[in-house]
């Protein structure tokens, strides 16, 4: 199969060709996010606190079975610009084996915790009983999580945006769907509740599962998964963690952020903890959005590096950075122009309404910004420099804006949580710069082309 065209087309083409589907499909299951907690918020305010305080682990679970698979689209997209084809094979057999057993582990641990852990943010009974619920369901569909982003990554590394596209929206195209038939019983199905929605998203993420399976066993891809590789190599394995371990952490320190920030803020009102967690949901529209044109990028960058063209590799950058301002900006006009009508659509509470409508217009002043953070951290993971990837992660989600939210809520309480969100990304942008400038150097990518 001819992979060619990622060093020949001219960038903005092949960058909106690559990412366009991606985009679309994080669109999507964006909306999905949304029309989710919409539908749970429909039960009770205390079903959606529930969510909300379930969300860090549940984003846990994600962190880990996509970061590892990252690691898996980098070797392969690595190997394939080398014309390696062997070895991009065994890291993607590899690979699977290793977020399996993930996926076993994260069913097991994250069940047990999650009664002791909701207890740490909620003294109401019916909050932690149903994040329970929720949760049980929820996360015993953590290896077909697991199983469906390996096979996500694999597919985006040889090129097949088409497919993972069509996949990630049957799954949430059948999420959107099922979600209002379980979670009330509409027509011969029982009304499950809470339940419905777990149930709901987990029946999605199967599908998304199965159309990667029968593609994969309908057309031939450059790399192939092979009983015989399937043995676990020190070699291989330090390679896909030393990328997979760092972009896990990359997207597991949200949930270490929101759990941090639910701290402060469950000191001053229960009311700023849920304002928090719909801000979360609803900048998924925005960040998966751009997270989109990361996945684009990601493989563009791994093949062209892969194939020694350094120039080529700059120039993705930064198109993917120009287009990725371009959809903070549309998020920053939706959150100024419309912020009580995206907060209605998760409450009937007027107190909550106005809150959470201060909030967005604060935070949002710092989404244009934020794309030099999300742009240089997903091309350092392209380049396999996982470590400084997760650098401006640390600066991004713990080292700067943790700090600043405790200082600043002292002086202008829960507001001073909101501006600290903003403050965060403008330090973070000029710290990711100077990182991504520094690693990206003639010599530094000659040097570590060499380590690789």
């Known amino acids: 199969m001819d992979q060619s065209y990622m060093k020949t087309r001219p960038v903005l083409p092949l960058v909106l060709f690559m990412s366009l589907p991606m985009v679309l499909s994080m669109l999507v299951n964006s909306l999905y996010n949304i029309v989710d907690s919409f539908f749970v918020a429909q039960i009770s305010e205390d079903a ?21 698979s990252i690691g898996i689209n980098a070797v392969i997209s690595y190997h394939l610009g080398a014309q390696e084809e062997e070895r991009a094979s065994a890291a993607a057999t590899q690979g699977i084996v290793c977020n399996v057993l993930h996926g076993v582990l994260l069913t097991v641990g994250c069940i047990a915790v999650m009664p002791a852990f909701l207890h740490l943010f909620t003294d109401n009974a019916l909050v932690a009983e149903l994040g329970v619920r929720y949760a049980r369901i929820a996360f015993s569909f953590s290896i077909i999580i697991a199983l469906a982003m390996a096979f996500e990554k694999i597919f985006q590394a040889v090129g097949k945006m088409m497919l993972t596209m069509l996949s990630m929206l049957c799954g949430c195209i059948a999420n959107i769907v099922l979600d209002p038939v379980l979670i009330f019983g509409l027509g011969p199905f029982p009304e499950m509740g809470i339940e419905g929605a777990a149930l709901a998203t987990g029946i999605g993420q199967t599908l998304s599962l199965a159309i990667y399976l029968v593609a994969y066993a309908r057309k031939p891809l450059p790399v192939r998964l092979a009983r015989r590789q399937a ?3 020190k070699e291989m394995c330090l390679r896909l963690y030393s990328i997979g371990v760092p972009a896990a952490l990359n997207l ?16 001053y009102s229960q009311l700023y903890v849920l304002v928090l967690g719909v801000y979360y949901k609803l900048q998924t529209f925005i960040y998966l959005t751009a997270n989109g044109l990361v996945q684009g990028m990601r493989p563009l960058i791994g ?45 009937t509470n007027a107190q909550t309404i106005a809150a959470g409508g201060l909030a967005l217009r604060i935070i949002s002043l710092g989404f244009i910004v934020s794309s030099v953070s999300v742009i240089s951290s997903g091309a350092l993971e392209g380049l396999g420099m996982g470590g ?18 405790f200082v600043f809520s002292r002086f ?15 330090c973070t942008a000029v710290l990711a ?19 690789l």
């Open 252 to 267: 597991a320190l949200p949930s270490l952020l929101i759990s941090a920030l639910n701290i402060i803020l469950a000191a």
């Open 231 to 233: 043995r676990l190599s």
């Open 433 to 451: 710069l100077l990182i991504y400038r520094r690693k990206t150097g003639g010599a530094s990518l000659q040097k570590n082309q060499q380590a």
């Open 388 to 405: 400084a990837s997760l650098m401006i992660s640390l600066l991004r989600y713990v080292l700067v804006i943790i700090p600043a939210a």
């Open 412 to 426: 202008w309480g829960a507001v001073g949580v909101w501006h600290a969100f903003w403050v965060t990304e403008v």
């Open 48 to 68: 959606m606190t529930a969510l909300s305080l379930v969300f860090p682990v549940q984003n846990l679970i994600n962190a880990v079975t996509i970061g590892f």
């Open 303 to 347: 093949y062209n590096y892969g194939a020694r063209e350094h120039q080529r590799v700059r120039r993705i950058y930064l198109v993917t950075l120009m287009l990725t301002a371009g959809i903070m900006a549309v998020g920053t006009v939706l959150c100024w122009a419309m912020p009580q009508q995206l907060m209605g659509l998760f409450t």
